[in-house]
């Protein structure tokens, strides 16, 4: 049995208030914290002298080790476009658990990350949800497949058009989607002795069946009216990546119930589409109802400013609690991962990050890092970042 206690910290639980005392890790576990508790004779202590005490953030839509950086062609593994519908595609199959970003992201503070395949495909494959410290990826799954990607909008539509191919148009890419979704609908409707080997009707099924979320890139209202209205055709659980005009029907995206995870932020108008972006979308969308997570899409934006980008909201109206929580509980809660990760409560991974003081003031840095109860990242006496051996 280990058991650790993380004392003088200012514990920030994202569930619950604040306060200033300590955290105790039982075999990679919280087994208890607050501002009193005592501690037990056989624990190794860790005096935080102060710092705050964070649960280890989340980014839930990334690219990170399947879009690596520095390697060009040879590290692009993002889109297999070679087809329309590729559902049966699966992310963890491309994923270099050693590449550079990782390491970026344990130094952010990041400890949990969503990576998907990307959005060149109307339906572009199965995402997979990750801890961020692993020497193989199949060691650092937190849930297999978490989502199933697909895009609307200017992605497929200009891949194919270029190709002058089914899907050039925005009507082409619904139909695209709706034809895979009604082909697979049909093929689980047969007695199981009955279906052929389909590996693609099998992925969609597990989305109709509402065992995972179908994961919409979207950026135009227009489009994610449109996906609003597939969700509501097929009866599935939609989960809107970007949004970046979501503010504008705001209501009817709270009406739905349907999440947005909103990013990136700190980039240019580089398309049509993206036009519109505001840092102020998190909090307006938040205040309209919506759950909101903030994302970097990794390495559209690197993944350790993600902390950048909720304090970037902060700053346009969003408040400060409900920005950590964008980061935090909320793509926890997105992802179906909230019994394990996203706040610091009795039972949860020890996925715990002690930062120098309030991470949303971008001048502080993180001191120490644990995943599962496990130190994976603290500096040396020159301040600089050491990752523990994966």
Same mark, same amino acid.
């Given at each position: 049995?280990?058991?650790?206690?993380?004392?003088?910290?200012?514990?920030?639980?994202?569930?619950?208030?604040?306060?200033?005392?300590?955290?105790?890790?039982?075999?990679?576990?919280?087994?208890?914290?607050?501002?009193?508790?005592?501690?037990?004779?056989?624990?190794?202590?860790?005096?935080?002298?102060?710092?705050?005490?964070?649960?280890?953030?989340?980014?839930?839509?990334?690219?990170?080790?399947?879009?690596?950086?520095?390697?060009?062609?040879?590290?692009?593994?993002?889109?297999?476009?070679?087809?329309?519908?590729?559902?049966?595609?699966?992310?963890?199959?491309?994923?270099?658990?050693?590449?550079?970003?990782?390491?970026?992201?344990?130094?952010?503070?990041?400890?949990?990350?969503?990576?998907?395949?990307?959005?060149?495909?109307?339906?572009?494959?199965?995402?997979? $949800?990750?801890?961020?410290?692993?020497?193989?990826?199949?060691?650092?799954?937190?849930?297999?497949?978490?989502?199933?990607?697909? $895009?609307?909008?200017?992605?497929?539509?200009?891949? !194919?058009?270029?190709?002058?191919?089914?899907?050039?148009?925005?009507?082409?890419?619904?139909?695209?989607?709706?034809?895979?979704?009604?082909?697979?609908?049909?093929?689980?409707?047969?007695?199981?002795?009955?279906?052929?080997?389909?590996?693609?009707?099998?992925?969609?099924?597990?989305?109709?069946?509402?065992?995972?979320?179908?994961?919409?890139?979207?950026?135009?209202?227009?489009?994610?009216?449109?996906?609003?209205?597939?969700?509501?055709?097929?009866?599935?659980?939609?989960?809107?990546?970007?949004?970046?005009?979501? !503010?504008?029907?705001?209501?009817?995206?709270?009406?739905?119930g349907v999440p947005v995870l909103y990013g990136p932020?700190?980039?240019?108008?580089?398309?049509?589409?993206?036009?519109?972006?505001?840092?102020?979308?998190?909090?307006?969308?938040?205040?309209?109802?919506?759950?909101?997570?903030?994302?970097?899409?990794?390495?559209?934006?690197?993944?350790?400013?993600?902390?950048?980008?909720?304090?970037?909201?902060?700053?346009?109206?969003?408040?400060? $609690?409900?920005?950590?929580?964008?980061?935090?509980?909320?793509?926890?809660?997105?992802?179906?991962?909230?019994?394990?990760?996203?706040?610091?409560?009795?039972?949860?991974?020890?996925?715990?990050?002690?930062?120098?003081?309030?991470?949303?003031?971008?001048?502080?840095?993180?001191?120490?890092?644990?995943?599962?109860?496990?130190?994976?990242?603290?500096?040396?006496?020159?301040?600089?970042?050491?990752?523990?051996?994966?």
């Amino acid at each position: 049995m280990t058991l650790t206690a993380i004392t003088h910290a200012h514990v920030v639980p994202i569930e619950g208030a604040p306060f200033d005392g300590t955290v105790l890790v039982r075999d990679g576990r919280i087994a208890d914290l607050g501002p009193a508790l005592e501690i037990p004779a056989d624990a190794e202590v860790v005096d935080a002298g102060g710092g705050w005490l964070l649960p280890g953030f989340i980014d839930a839509h990334v690219h990170l080790g399947v879009d690596e950086e520095g390697e060009g062609w040879a590290g692009q593994d993002t889109n297999e476009m070679t087809d329309p519908v590729m559902a049966a595609a699966r992310a963890i199959d491309a994923i270099n658990p050693v590449e550079v970003g990782f390491d970026d992201a344990i130094i952010g503070g990041i400890t949990t990350v969503n990576v998907n395949p990307g959005s060149g495909n109307p339906i572009g494959g199965l995402a997979v $949800a990750l801890h961020t410290h692993g020497r193989v990826v199949d060691e650092m799954v937190l849930r297999s497949p978490s989502g199933l990607k697909a $895009a609307l909008g200017e992605n497929p539509k200009r891949v !194919y058009g270029e190709r002058n191919q089914t899907p050039s148009t925005r009507l082409g890419v619904a139909l695209t989607i709706r034809q895979a979704l009604a082909k697979a609908r049909a093929w689980a409707a047969k007695p199981a002795e009955e279906r052929d080997a389909d590996l693609v009707s099998e992925a969609l099924a597990r989305v109709l069946e509402r065992e995972i979320p179908w994961r919409q890139h979207s950026h135009r209202a227009d489009d994610i009216a449109t996906a609003l209205r597939i969700a509501e055709e097929f009866g599935i659980d939609l989960v809107l990546d970007h949004g970046t005009e979501s !503010y504008l029907i705001a209501d009817r995206i709270a009406a739905a119930g349907v999440p947005v995870l909103y990013g990136p932020l700190i980039v240019s108008r580089s398309k049509v589409e993206v036009r519109h972006r505001t840092p102020k979308a998190p909090g307006l969308l938040t205040e309209a109802g919506v759950k909101v997570s903030i994302i970097t899409d990794h390495p559209v934006v690197p993944i350790e400013f993600l902390i950048d980008q909720a304090a970037l909201a902060v700053k346009h109206g969003m408040a400060p $609690a409900e920005a950590l929580r964008a980061i935090t509980l909320n793509p926890a809660e997105v992802l179906g991962l909230a019994e394990r990760v996203g706040s610091l409560e009795v039972g949860k991974d020890a996925d715990l990050v002690l930062w120098e003081g309030d991470p949303l003031d971008v001048r502080h840095r993180t001191l120490r890092v644990w995943q599962g109860g496990r130190e994976v990242m603290r500096r040396d006496a020159s301040g600089e970042p050491v990752i523990a051996p994966r």
